[in-house]
């Protein structure tokens, strides 16, 4: 069963409120997904603690449900 990509912003504002997310569906398929997180949380952490936040809020979706998640995050701008 392919996982929404509402379902997928929702499991990531969980864990982090103030982010701003943009999520694309590569293929229409509702397996494959591209990911833009913008989150104030990020601040002072390098570009893998970064990813490991987002993919810990999957809890335990990426490989299963959520077959490919291409990702991208950052730090909002002042």
């Known amino acids: 069963m392919p996982m929404d990509a509402?379902?997928?912003?929702?499991?990531i504002k969980a864990a982090l409120p103030d982010a701003k997310v943009e999520i694309h569906d590569l293929a229409?398929?509702?397996d494959h997904y591209a990911?833009?997180?913008i989150s104030e949380s990020f601040r002072g952490k390098s570009r893998v603690q970064q990813h490991q936040i987002v993919y810990n809020s999957l809890k335990g979706q990426m490989g299963g449900v959520?077959?490919?998640?291409?990702?991208?995050?950052?730090?909002?701008e002042a």
């Open 6 to 11: 509402r379902d997928i912003e929702t499991m």
């Open 35 to 37: 990911a833009t997180v």
């Open 28 to 30: 229409g398929d509702g």
């Open 66 to 76: 959520l077959h490919a998640l291409a990702l991208q995050t950052g730090v909002p």
